[in-house]
């Protein structure tokens, strides 16, 4: 059922077309299931040349978890065909359903290979903090998902777009860090770092553990994508979006639609 699951997940990434919910074949609360297909899926995309670059944290709103009836955050993988640069354009239609939210994301300069990482610890790997947007997306139909679903499909990953002006963590309080998101200059989202787990660092360091517990530990250069300061705002239109993130900078991405 693994790997019947990740085929329906990677034929609808593929054809363009969002699926049925995979909790029909592992089970709607089923997580080492859902990996296990999470893991299936990364292993052909690396086998088609994909490149793992980091990973992204997802349900790290204690409302949300409550929402899908989980006590602790999930995690996908981020890859390379996943990135992006501050000021770029992408076509929409690139993703299926896609929402973006506001994050701040962590670039590791040393390995961090400890089995159980500390808060210090992950400080002390961290070479700098990006203002980033993630653009949120599903393979699954309607965003009709459970725990299991989204976790099997890579955590809802789409896309990582990221500040080009890095911050040490000296003297920088990441729950103080306030979020404001704009859609063609108009606010849409606001937030802070204490709605993620209380802190970004926090998240980074729940995610070095998981991901060290599971065999991937986090390396030099690994991006964290911490997860969101504020709720996801649904890309319905076309235009440009604008994460300010107050004391790290701005980040900003602009949806366009393809000419005919």
Not at 199 to 205: C, E, L, Q
Request: charged residues 25%; negative net charge.
């Amino acid at each position: 059922m693994i790997h019947a699951a990740a085929d329906r997940l990677l034929a609808a990434g593929r054809e363009g077309t969002p699926c049925a919910p995979v909790r029909d074949l592992i089970g709607a609360d089923d997580i080492e299931q859902a990996y296990a297909v999470q893991e299936t899926v990364a292993a052909e995309r690396e086998r088609a040349g994909a490149r793992v670059v980091g990973c992204k944290i997802g349900l790290t709103a204690r409302s949300v978890r409550e929402q899908f009836g989980v006590f602790e955050p999930d995690f996908g993988l981020v890859f390379d065909d996943m990135l992006h640069s501050h000021g770029s354009e992408l076509e929409r239609g690139a993703y299926l359903q896609p929402r973006v939210e506001a994050e701040v994301a962590f670039v590791l300069e040393t390995d961090i290979e400890m089995p159980r990482p500390s808060v210090a610890d992950v400080i002390r790997a961290t070479g700098f903090v990006l203002p980033a947007i993630e653009i949120v997306d599903s393979r699954i139909a309607d965003w009709d998902i459970t725990i299991s679903d989204t976790i099997a499909d890579n955590a809802s990953s789409g896309g990582v777009v990221l500040g080009t002006t890095p911050r040490s963590l000296d003297r920088l309080d990441l729950a103080d860090v306030g979020m404001v998101l704009e859609h063609d200059g108009e606010d849409v989202a606001f937030g802070s770092g204490a709605a993620c787990m209380g802190s970004p660092v926090v998240s980074a360091t729940w995610v070095a553990r998981e991901l060290a517990r599971r065999g991937r530990p986090l390396r030099a250069g690994d991006i964290i994508m911490t997860g969101a300061l504020g709720p996801m705002v649904d890309v319905a239109s076309t235009g440009r979006f604008t994460a300010r993130l107050a004391g790290l900078g701005q980040v900003e991405i602009t949806f366009t639609d393809r000419e005919t």
